[in-house]
T-cell receptor
Framework: NAGVTQTPKFQVLKTGQSMTLQCAQDMNHEYMSWYRQDPGMGLRLIHYSVGAGITDQGEVPNGYNVSRSTTEDFPLRLLSAAPSQTSVYFCASSETGRAYEQYFGPGTRLTVT | DQQVKQNSPSLSVQEGRISILNCDYTNSMFDYFLWYKKYPAEGPTFLIS?????DKNEDGRFTVFLNKSAKHLSLHIVPSQPGDSAVYFC???????????FGTGTRLTIIP
C-alpha cells in the first residue's frame, strides 16, 4: 500500500493563479480531509468528505474548492491564489467511524508570491 | 477561539527521563482525544488516543492521561529516546461528527 500520496511536494504560484493539489489513497477509506499547517496555528481543517459525492466545509474553507468523484481521490483547488494561502497542505484519510485515527500524506509546501 | 491549546511551544528532556506534554481543551462535546507525532518534511502520524469515558490509556512507552473535570490531557513518554524528538500535536474529536480540532503543537527535543 502506498497509503496517502500528495502531489506536488513543492509549488510556487503567483498571486491570482489557480492550481489543484492532488491527493490519493489506496486504503479504501471513506473519510478524507484537507488541512493547512501554519506556524503557531497547528493544523486547520479546510474541507472534508465522508464519501464519494459528499463534501463539506471545515474551519477555513474560503478560497478553496473540493470534489470527491471517487473513493480514492480528493483534489483541492485554489481558485485565485493569495499570499495568505502560503502554507503546508496535508491530505488525510481514515475509515468511517475511525476518523480520529487519520493517515496523513507527506504534505505539499505552497508559496504564493 | 482556540478550543485545543498546547501552551508549551517547546520542551527539552534528557534521554532516559520522562517527557510530559500537556494539552487543555474548552469544548465539553469532545469525546475522543488523540496525540499525533510529526517529523520534519513528513505528515503527522497517529500515536495514541483516549476515549472520554476513560482516564488513562497506555501503549508501550506512551501513556495518555485524561482529566475531564480539568479539561486537561497529557502524554507521558517513558523512557524518552532520541527518536522521540518531533513535534507533538494534541487533537480532539467533536461528538457526533468526524472532525478533529488540533492544538498548535509542542516541539520535543530529547538531549542525548
Amino acid at each position: 500500500n502506498a497509503g496517502v500520496t500528495q502531489t506536488p511536494k513543492f509549488q510556487v504560484l503567483k498571486t491570482g493563479q489557480s492550481m489543484t493539489l492532488q491527493c490519493a489513497q489506496d486504503m479504501n477509506h471513506e473519510y478524507m480531509s484537507w488541512y493547512r499547517q501554519d506556524p503557531g496555528m497547528g493544523l486547520r481543517l479546510i474541507h472534508y468528505s465522508v464519501g464519494a459525492g459528499i463534501t463539506d466545509q471545515g474551519e477555513v474553507p474560503n478560497g478553496y474548492n473540493v470534489s470527491r468523484s471517487t473513493t480514492e481521490d480528493f483534489p483541492l483547488r485554489l481558485l485565485s491564489a493569495a499570499p495568505s494561502q502560503t502554507s503546508v497542505y496535508f491530505c488525510a484519510s481514515s475509515e468511517t467511524g475511525r476518523a480520529y485515527e487519520q493517515y496523513f500524506g507527506p504534505g505539499t509546501r505552497l508559496t504564493v508570491t | 477561539d482556540q478550543q485545543v491549546k498546547q501552551n508549551s511551544p517547546s520542551l527539552s528532556v534528557q534521554e532516559g527521563r520522562i517527557s510530559i506534554l500537556n494539552c487543555d481543551y474548552t469544548n465539553s462535546m469532545f469525546d475522543y482525544f488523540l496525540w499525533y507525532k510529526k517529523y520534519p518534511a513528513e505528515g503527522p502520524t497517529f500515536l495514541i488516543s483516549i476515549s472520554s469515558i476513560k482516564d488513562k490509556n497506555e501503549d508501550g512507552r506512551f501513556t495518555v492521561f485524561l482529566n475531564k473535570s480539568a479539561k486537561h490531557l497529557s502524554l507521558h513518554i517513558v523512557p524518552s529516546q532520541p527518536g522521540d524528538s518531533a513535534v507533538y500535536f494534541c487533537a480532539a474529536r467533536d461528538f457526533g461528527n468526524e472532525k478533529l480540532t488540533f492544538g498548535t503543537g509542542t516541539r520535543l527535543t530529547i538531549i542525548p
